[in-house]
């Protein structure tokens, strides 16, 4: 199983991004999908996840202004980021639970990051 993300790039403060992330490999079901960010010298955070069933929920920090999104049939996450801040600035990781099989465990999985830099 892999996931892959993209989407990430130099703005200015106030712009708009999307991020993708698609996970492809022998996948069963995926429960819950997120976005993770880890900026310099600060620990990872979560910035908004969302179930199979399309229930959200968001970090403090980028409520009203981040919307995540799945496409459960081409197995990929999104997330809208609008009204963008310098400290927005980090490296976002998608994350999903998955299970490769239906008698299997659930495990979680990491794409690579994508970097997102918020600057004028």
């Known amino acids: 199983v892999q996931l892959q993300a993209s989407g990430g790039g130099l703005v200015q403060p106030g712009w708009s991004l999307r991020l993708s992330c698609a996970a492809s490999?022998?996948?069963?079901?995926?429960?819950?999908m997120a976005w993770y960010r880890q900026a310099p010298g600060k620990q990872r955070e979560l910035v908004s996840s969302?179930?199979?069933?399309?229930?959200?929920n968001y970090g403090d920090s980028v409520k009203g202004r981040f919307t995540i999104s799945r496409d459960n049939a081409e197995n990929t996450v999104y997330l809208q980021m609008n009204s963008l801040k310098p400290e927005d600035t980090a490296v976002y990781y998608c994350?999903?639970?998955?299970?490769?099989?239906?008698?299997?465990?659930?495990?979680?999985?990491w794409g690579r990051g994508t970097l997102v830099t918020v600057s004028s």
């Open positions: 969302i179930t199979s069933g399309g229930s959200t």
């Open positions: 490999g022998s996948i069963f079901s995926i429960n819950i």
């Open positions: 994350n999903a639970n998955i299970k490769i099989s239906a008698l299997g465990p659930v495990r979680g999985y």
